[in-house]
């Protein structure tokens, strides 16, 4: 299932499976925080999850400063597609040379416009103006980045 579905369906799914009071926060790559959750929660969730086969999540890690997303979800405009190319397969072949298609647009999957694609991707390429900021917060070393924002919605 594609992450951002995933996570938009997740705070849904939490309440109707006992998760009141537990929010989900997307902190990139296929990683939610999931604010509220308590370790007995933890061990409720783990065996109902093997017991029913069936779970939101492929593993649950308590946070620590270590965990780091290595992908960013992007948003890509893409033009010049050939109509003989216009379908998701196609799409995936031709994109996967900057990362993995995670979903597209509904004016693109419905063929509302054929002029372009606007594209989510799941990347590990860095935008083009970037600065990265190192600092010491007890002890650990944290990295930040700053990025040019390119378009506006």
Not at 35 to 52: F, P, S, V
Not at 112 to 125: E, F, G, M, N, S
Request: hydrophobic fraction near 40%; include cysteine.
């Amino acid at each position: 299932m594609k992450n951002l579905v995933l996570f938009d369906r997740m705070e849904d799914d939490l309440m109707w499976n006992g998760g009141e009071g537990i929010t989900p926060k997307y902190i990139g790559d296929d990683m939610v925080l999931l604010m509220g959750l308590t370790e007995t929660r933890t061990g409720q969730m783990a065996k109902e999850a093997n017991e029913q086969g069936l779970s939101l999540f492929n593993s649950l890690e308590k946070w620590t400063p270590q965990l780091r997303i290595g992908y960013l979800l992007v948003w890509l405009l893409y033009w010049g597609i050939s109509l003989h190319a216009w379908d998701l397969e196609h799409i995936k072949q031709i994109v996967m040379v900057v990362g993995e298609v995670m979903e597209v647009d509904d004016k693109m999957d419905k063929l509302h416009k054929l002029d372009r694609a606007r594209i989510l991707v799941k990347t590990p390429q860095q935008p083009l103006i970037q600065h990265k900021v190192s600092t010491w917060i007890n002890g650990i070393e944290y990295t930040m980045h700053m990025v040019e924002e390119t378009c506006y919605n």
